[in-house]
Nanobody, 124 residues
Framework: VQLQAYGGGLVQAGGSLRLSCAAS????????MGWFRQAPGKEREFVAA????????RYADSVKERFTISRDNVKNTVDLQMNNLNAEDTAVYYC??????????????????WGQGTLVTVSS
């Protein structure tokens, strides 16, 4: 299994950015794809997740109404559209995969596979 995240960069507050995660080697029907982030000096936190097979999503309260997670089953990619960004969104963003076992998990320690991070910096 390989996950590769990309699309990070520098953006002004109020702006938008789109992250993508390319996945290979996953049996899509049984996995959940998640985005997490880690700011300097803080723990890795859940951002959003989506089930490959039916598109059901889950979001952290801090990003609801601003971020949208989506998947492309043909391209095997999971995107995170981030709008109305603010300084608190500055972090390294990671994509992760977890075998779905009945609930969409929000704890990073429970995710099985990880991609490398991509840095998002929001300037105020």
């Amino acid at each position: 299994v390989q996950l590769q995240a990309y699309g990070g960069g520098l953006v002004q507050a109020g702006g938008s950015l789109r992250l993508s995660c390319a996945a290979s080697g996953l049996p899509q029907s049984s996995y959940v794809m998640g985005w997490f982030r880690q700011a300097p000096g803080k723990e890795r936190e859940f951002v959003a997740a989506i089930r490959w097979n039916n598109g059901v999503t889950r979001y952290a309260d801090s990003v609801k109404e601003r971020f949208t997670i989506s998947r492309d089953n043909v391209k095997n990619t999971v995107d995170l559209q981030m709008n109305n960004l603010n300084a608190e969104d500055t972090a390294v963003y990671y994509c992760a995969a977890d075998r779905f076992t009945g609930i969409v998990k929000i704890f990073a320690s429970l995710y099985e596979y990880w991609g490398q991070g991509t840095l998002v910096t929001v300037s105020s």
